[in-house]
């Protein structure tokens, strides 16, 4: 499997984010809007087709950021990121938002896939992409890349199954390889499974997600290597296990009605409803007119003729 080109997901959301926070809004069109997350997000989809030369390429998008099946169960999930006076309209930077649509309009130009599913974020898109090429036998299995800078996707993670994420200390030229042995040596947690449930019970205060109260990163990391997953450490409270300190137990039942929730939210869905696409990587561009009329409004020759050559395979 690993001489095989890989599949390659993006989790395109967190990437044009850290585009457009990386790079000044300076870079403009020629009529003077910027267009900083457009160019990086193209630059950054070129060096990832040179350096890790896939064949199959996927654009992952959040058709629903907030999907309503995970606020039922915790409602504060991603709550602090609605924009003012809305329930359902995420806060995006002023000069983000036109950017957007530019990006979607290019991604169909050049013939990349860019997949959605109705009510279900990116993530479940990687996990349910992740879990049909799983299935797919061994012998003509391909190696799946993860692109993100999220790290609740380290949660995909699997080696048996060549899944490891691609992570952006410095922008696509230096990426974090996260497979089972950097989870452990850098979060003490031997796989992805166990990296979600340390999540789950940690929570994320940048989703919304309280998790258990005093029990952080550390104190989930000691409990799973003892207690080997959080149905075995929910047990073990369930039995009073000495291993448990009266506090954690404590704890952990005051977190009951969380808890019973939790897995669903912080899990990605391995099974999101996709319309049919070809991920092949597009060798040369869909709608060449388009691209060219979009590369000239919007000041983005240079990136698209990097791309198109990337995507070319040439070098």
């Known amino acids: 499997m690993p001489d095989?080109?890989?599949l390659l997901l993006l989790d395109t959301a967190s990437l044009y984010?850290?585009?457009f926070f990386g790079i000044p809004d300076s870079v403009r069109s020629p009529d003077g809007l910027p267009v900083n997350a457009v160019r990086g997000l193209l630059d950054m989809t070129a060096s990832l087709l040179l350096s890790r030369r896939p064949d199959r390429l996927v654009a992952c998008w959040d058709d629903d950021w907030r999907p309503a099946f995970r606020v039922a169960a915790i409602p504060s999930y991603k709550a602090h990121r609605l924009a003012p006076g809305t329930t359902d309209v995420e806060a995006t930077p002023d000069l983000l938002s036109p950017q957007i649509p530019v990006i979607v309009e290019v991604l169909a130009a050049l013939g990349i896939a860019r997949v959605g599913a109705a009510g279900f974020e990116a993530d479940d898109v990687i996990g349910t992409l992740v879990a049909r090429e799983g299935?797919?036998?061994a012998a003509r299995r391909q190696p799946v890349e993860i692109v993100t800078g999220d790290r609740d996707l380290f949660q995909l993670v699997?080696?048996?199954?060549?899944?490891r994420v691609l992570y952006p200390s410095r922008g696509v030229s230096d990426l974090d390889v996260v497979d089972q042995a950097r989870l452990r040596d850098k979060y003490g947690v031997p796989t992805g499974q166990a990296y979600a449930d340390m999540a789950v019970l940690r929570g994320d205060p940048s989703d919304g997600l309280p998790g258990v109260r005093g029990i952080g990163e550390k104190t989930a990391v000691a409990l799973l290597a003892r207690y080997g997953d959080l149905a075995g450490i929910l047990a073990a409270r369930d039995a009073r296990d000495p291993g448990l300190t009266a506090t954690q137990r404590t704890r952990l039942t005051e977190a009951a009605d969380y808890l019973a929730v939790a897995p669903g939210v912080v899990r990605v869905a391995p099974d999101a409803p996709l319309a049919p696409f070809d991920d092949a990587v597009p060798r040369t561009p869909a709608d060449p007119d388009?691209?060219?009329?979009l590369a000239e409004r919007w000041g983005l020759a240079s990136s698209v003729t990097r791309l198109v050559t990337a995507m070319s395979g040439e070098r």
Request: hydrophobic share 55%.
């Open 158 to 163: 699997d080696d048996a199954t060549g899944v």
């Open 4 to 6: 095989r080109a890989p």
């Open 290 to 293: 388009a691209l060219v009329a």
């Open 17 to 19: 984010y850290r585009a």
């Open 135 to 137: 299935a797919v036998p």
